[in-house]
T-cell receptor, first 110, second 114 residues
Framework: QKEVEQNSGPLSVPEGAIASLNCTYS??????FFWYRQYSGKSPELIMF????GDKEDGRFTAQLNKASQYVSLLIRDSQPSDSATYLC??????????FGQGTILTVHP | EAGVVQSPRYKIIEKKQPVAFWCNPI?????LYWYLQNLGQGPELLIR????????DSQLPKDRFSAERLKGVDSTLKIQPAELGDSAVYLC????????????FGPGTRLTVL
């Protein structure tokens, strides 16, 4: 079992729709959870982080965390073509390491 | 506030040659990381520094890779000799020490070994 797994992509949504990105993790003692966006040929950019169970909203982005289910998600409302990128889920584990998923490619088409 | 700076941005070398990458973290960030990212994968940690001390280098292939962080600021990652399989993007990141570990990445160095 991989430490951090993301839903297989690529994910394609129409402009204006909600994009839903999902991630599960294996280390129950993990403390903090991050979503990075990575455009092609660029480095990862931190867009959201969450530490507590529940929802955290920042503009069009909402991160959701359920520690009991070991599940974290990212919702992008009113998706725009500029949101097209690879989204990386990262988990800060109980042994002090930030572990990344393999990424989900999102394409928002006009 | 300036971000993480890396150089060079691109490097092409022949196998068995040495190569070095340089990183300057965000001012005040005591923790510095070197990651390797292969195409289609997430970054994988190579080494983590807390100030000058390498506190996690378990994933660093020590037979050919070395790193240093003199004076607890800039860092250099070296490969000698490079192999074809080392072709990847090498990312540097930094963070404040603390509970939540928000890491910020530099632009990366894309290494091609021929």
């Amino acid at each position: 079992q991989k430490e951090v797994e993301q839903n297989s992509g690529p994910l394609s949504v129409p402009e204006g729709a909600i994009a839903s990105l999902n991630c599960t993790y294996s280390d129950r003692g993990s403390q903090s959870f991050f979503w990075y966006r990575q455009y092609s040929g660029k480095s990862p950019e931190l867009i959201m982080f969450i530490y507590s169970n529940g929802d955290k909203e920042d503009g069009r982005f909402t991160a959701q965390l359920n520690k009991a289910s070991q599940y974290v998600s990212l919702l992008i409302r009113d998706s725009q073509p500029s949101d097209s990128a690879t989204y990386l889920c990262a988990v800060f584990t109980s042994y002090g390491k930030l572990t990344f998923g393999q990424g989900t490619i999102l394409t928002v088409h006009p | 506030e300036a971000g993480v700076v890396q150089s060079p941005r691109y490097k092409i070398i022949e196998k068995k040659q040495p190569v070095a990458f340089w990183c300057n973290p965000i001012s005040g960030h005591n923790t510095l990381y070197w990651y390797l990212q292969n195409l289609g994968q997430g970054p994988e940690l190579l080494i983590r520094y807390e100030n000058e001390e390498a506190v996690d280098d378990s994933q660093l292939p020590k037979d050919r890779f070395s790193a240093e962080r003199l004076k607890g600021v800039d860092s250099t990652l070296k490969i000698q000799p490079a192999e074809l399989g080392d072709s990847a993007v090498y990312l540097c990141a930094s963070s404040f020490p603390g509970q939540y570990n928000e890491q910020f990445f530099g632009p990366g160095t894309r290494l091609t070994v021929l």
